[in-house]
């Protein structure tokens, strides 16, 4: 029985690309005091997100980082001993992506570009174009950021190529054309956590979910960061508040008794789907 510690944090992140090592600091210390081998931050932790995501400004956009930038080089020096997932704005050329990139103390063990951007988020980064599972010490991981995993496609594809852990990261606003007074009331409260659970069962594997909190421009943004178990049960939650969700699990295990009698992945019919 190997039983793993695993963090998603919900946390705000703004700008200021030294503040925002210092709070990643904080949370991967305090990841680490839990006794977590895997955290997942927000996206857009260094350095923030798009302040308005109907027109953005040009001139506001967050800091965009090469992907060997000695940034993220401290990052993964924090990281330590730790699987730590973390998102930017990563440059390419004249090109920016949302990005996220897995670090472990050894370094780089996989990366990733968001695939699909809504509404006008399109007029800031590139779309990236691949979903692909990697190994870690903690077991074979895939990544998806925010609006990628309203897509089964996106999780289903790296279920397929071997990913036992998917972390979601996220910078998932409240409604901005429909804001209820309330966020546990909001439309995209209720559906950033169905998506978190339905991706979870559907492929029968762990979902870790980070979130950013608090508010820009003007949108506020949800937290409710979250593991979820391969029968699509939230194993631990932070609900709207800033905080760490720690939920301690064998992976292996879990996921071989979700996939006892019914094995979804072994059950597709790709040949009859269009």
Known sequence: MTLTRIAAAA???GRDLDHSLGRIGKIISDARAAGAA??????????????????PDPEALPPALRP???????????????????GYCEADGEDRYNAAVCLHGDGRL????????????????????????FDTPV???GMLIDYDKTFP?????????????VACLSAWPASITNAASKLSQDRQSRLFDLYDCARAAENQIVVVSSNQTGAVGGMRFLGQAKVVGPAGNIL???????????????????????????????????????
């Open 11 to 13: 946390a705000h992140f």
């Open 38 to 55: 895997l955290l997942v931050l927000p996206d857009a932790a260094i350095g923030g997100y798009l302040a308005d995501l109907r027109h």
């Open 68 to 86: 060997d930038d000695p940034i993220l080089d401290r990052v993964a020096a924090l990281a330590g001993d730790m699987v730590v997932c973390v």
């Open 110 to 133: 996989g990366r990733h570009r968001k695939v699909h951007l809504p509404a006008a988020e399109a007029t800031a980064y590139r779309p990236g174009n691949e979903f692909a599972a």
């Open 139 to 141: 077991g074979r991981i």
């Open 153 to 165: 496609e996106s999780a289903r594809t790296l279920a397929l190529n071997g990913a036992q852990i």
């Open 236 to 274: 631990a939650r932070t609900w709207g508040k800033a905080g760490l969700a720690v939920a301690e699990l064998d992976v292996t295990a879990e996921i071989a008794t979700a996939r006892r009698v019914l094995s979804h992945l072994d059950e597709l019919r790709p040949e009859t789907y269009r």
